[in-house]
C-alpha cells in the first residue's frame, strides 16, 4: 500500500508540476534542438571521413593514370573528382598533380584549367597559393604577362608572400623592368629564412641586375682575423 504524501511532499509535487507545466514544453524543444545538432555534427563527421577515404581512393586513379601519361584517363578520374570529392584535400592534390601530367605532355590549356581550378576552388589557402604561383609561371612561359601578374596580385598567406615576390620580379624582368624587378627580388630576399637554398637564387637574380643584397652587412670574424694574424 503506497504511503500517503505528507503535506510537505504535496507542496513540492504541486510546484513540480506548475514548474513543468510552464516549462516543460520550452525543456522538451530543447532537448530535441541539442540532441538533434549532436546528430548532425556526427552525420557530417561521418560524411567527411567517408568523402575523404573516396576522394584518397580516387586521388591513387589518377596518381596511376599520370604516371601512365594517359591523358584520357586523368581527363575522366579529375572530373570525377571534381565531382564528386571537390571539397577535399584530395582533390586539391589531384587538380595539382594533373596539372604537372598535362604540362608534361605539352597540354598547357589543360594545365592552365587545373591550376585555375585549384586555384579557385582549394579549401585549403596554401595548395590555392601553389597553384597561383604555379599558374602565373606557366603564363610567363606563354608570355601573358598581364595574366600572370593578375594571379599574383591578391594575398598570399606568409609562408608564400616571398614566393608571390620572386614570382612577379620574374615576371617583370621578362618585361624588361629591371627596376620593379629588383623591388620585387628585394622583398623576396627579405622575406626569405636566411637558411633557406632558394635564397641564393633570389640572391643571383639581384646580382644580375647589379645589385648586391648582402651589401653592408657584417661579415663573420675568425680567430685569426681578431688576433691579426693573415690567413
Same mark, same amino acid.
Given at each position: *500500500?503506497?504511503?500517503? #504524501? ?14 513543468? +507545466?510552464?516549462? %516543460? ?24 571521413? =567517408?568523402?575523404?577515404?573516396? %576522394?584518397?581512393? *580516387? ?21 570525377? *573528382?571534381?565531382?564528386?570529392?571537390? =571539397? ?16 608534361? +605532355?605539352? /597540354?598547357?590549356? $589543360? ?24 599558374? $602565373? ?17 591578391? =594575398?598570399?598567406? /606568409?609562408?608564400?608572400? $616571398? ?5 612577379? %620580379? ?16 628585394? +622583398? ?18 639581384? /646580382?644580375? #641586375? ?16 681578431? $688576433?691579426?694574424?693573415?690567413?
Amino acid at each position: *500500500m503506497a504511503k500517503p #504524501l505528507d503535506l510537505e511532499e504535496q507542496e513540492q509535487l504541486d510546484e513540480l508540476k506548475h514548474f513543468w +507545466k510552464q516549462y %516543460g514544453d520550452l525543456i522538451t524543444w530543447a532537448l530535441i534542438a541539442v540532441l538533434g545538432a549532436f546528430a548532425a555534427w556526427n552525420g557530417y563527421q561521418y560524411w567527411q571521413r =567517408s568523402q575523404a577515404a573516396q %576522394g584518397a581512393v *580516387m586521388y591513387d586513379e589518377i596518381e596511376r593514370a599520370a604516371q601512365s601519361g594517359d591523358s584520357a584517363r586523368i581527363d575522366r578520374a579529375l572530373a570525377d *573528382m571534381k565531382d564528386r570529392f571537390g =571539397s577535399t584535400i584530395y582533390a586539391s592534390q589531384a587538380g595539382l598533380l594533373a596539372a604537372r601530367a598535362y604540362y608534361d +605532355k605539352g /597540354n598547357l590549356e $589543360a594545365s592552365s584549367s587545373a591550376l585555375k581550378w585549384v586555384a579557385e576552388k582549394a579549401s585549403d589557402e596554401g595548395y590555392q597559393a601553389v597553384a597561383k604561383l604555379r599558374l $602565373a609561371g606557366l603564363l610567363l612561359e606563354k608570355k601573358d604577362y598581364a595574366a600572370a601578374l593578375q594571379q599574383l596580385s591578391g =594575398s598570399f598567406p /606568409n609562408d608564400f608572400v $616571398a614566393l608571390a615576390a620572386d614570382r612577379r %620580379g620574374d615576371i617583370l624582368a621578362a618585361q624588361g623592368k629591371k627596376a620593379e624587378a629588383k623591388a620585387e627580388y628585394e +622583398k623576396a630576399y627579405k622575406g626569405l629564412d636566411e637558411r633557406a637554398e632558394y635564397r641564393r637564387l633570389v640572391e643571383f637574380k639581384l /646580382n644580375a #641586375l647589379g645589385v648586391d643584397p648582402t651589401a653592408g652587412q657584417d661579415k663573420p670574424t675568425t680567430a685569426a682575423s681578431n $688576433a691579426g694574424v693573415k690567413p
